[in-house]
């Protein structure tokens, strides 16, 4: 496995570490516009996204979305769209990144049934992508270049 590390590092990929909550979900943090949150690794969402009560404490800009959100259960959700933001996921940075905004409260509820923390958002596969993820998930970490 040091190998591993080595080789990527080599490559210029950035190691990032994520806890297992009670609830099996991959949690990290992250930076958006300087401003530290929570978010869940979600390999299978497809966008990023922060919930509409973090618009503000992101200090994001937001314009209307035709675009309809599904997912965890919901369907046909109101969408926002936030086009140019900075990202941090450890040193992995972003300068311009979008953003989708929608109601993440039955993510966060479910998560409170669950004794466990509410998330700003989900890190999707956009990110996972431009960053040419490699997740180690028996090491609890995952690289991004």
Request: charged share 25%; net charge positive.
């Amino acid at each position: 496995m040091e190998e591993l590390q080595k080789v990527l590092a080599k490559n210029k990929y950035k190691k990032i570490k994520f806890k297992v909550t009670k609830t099996q979900h991959l949690l990290i943090k992250t930076k958006i516009n300087g401003i530290k949150g929570n978010f869940i690794l979600d390999t299978g969402a497809s966008n990023s996204c922060i919930g509409f009560e973090s618009i503000e404490y992101f200090n994001m800009v937001t314009s209307e979305s035709k675009t309809k959100a599904s997912g965890a259960g919901a369907t046909d959700m109101r969408t926002l769209l936030s086009k140019e933001n900075k990202i941090e996921i450890g040193r992995w940075k972003q300068e311009v990144f979008a953003l989708v905004v929608f109601d993440l409260s039955h993510i966060n509820e479910a998560l409170k049934q669950h004794k466990t923390k509410p998330v700003h958002g989900i890190i999707g596969a956009d990110v996972l992508q431009k960053g040419k993820s490699i997740i180690d998930y028996y090491n609890h970490c995952f690289y991004l270049k």
